[in-house]
């Protein structure tokens, strides 16, 4: 019976040598390094620039947008003297919502230009001024609300550059200054 266990153990141990001494000797590369061109330099990681809270927003510096498709029960403004892209090309803007009934909502956010969009809410505004929030960037994708999604695609990205827009092109955007044409990333003809 012993020996029997001892059979068994060195039989193991001689299968275990035989595949480590056939892995160091077989001409192929396990779990290779990925293929990269010389020509490809790491980029330097995205870093967010500080974020200042700009005033309440004045009614005058208001621009209306209107979302594609259905009804919606809110009207949506961006504020427009305080629309800006930052160092870190993060547009930050000023949104106010109004309800049918005349509520007012206020957030100040920002927006990336990323493949898929990112959105992160700096503030919300009350009637004395804007209150950080601790919020992280989110992906932009088919739960986020409908005006995230319309900013992004149609006002404040240039389609597929993923780069923000010049401000001037953003409000006129907004303002629906700019043909579809010119918004949908196609060449003219």
Known sequence: ??????????????????????????????????????SVKPGTPWTEALTRLPPLPADA????????GSQDSFRYFIDGKHLSVGPDEVVRYTLVARSDTGARNLSFEGIRCTPQGQYRVFAYGTGSGF???????????????????????HHFCIPRAFKP???????RSLQGHIAPRQNSGFLPD
């Open 1 to 38: 019976m012993r020996q029997t266990r001892f059979t068994r153990l060195y039989v193991l141990f001689a299968m275990l040598w035989d595949t480590s001494v056939l892995a160091e000797d077989s001409p192929f590369i396990h779990e290779p390094e990925p293929f990269t061109p010389s």
């Open 61 to 68: 510096d208001l621009i209306e947008f209107r979302l594609d």
């Open 131 to 153: 209150t950080p929030v601790n919020e992280d960037w989110r992906e932009i994708g088919p739960a986020t609300e409908r005006y995230r999604v319309e900013l992004q695609r």
């Open 165 to 171: 827009r010049p401000v001037k092109d953003m409000k």
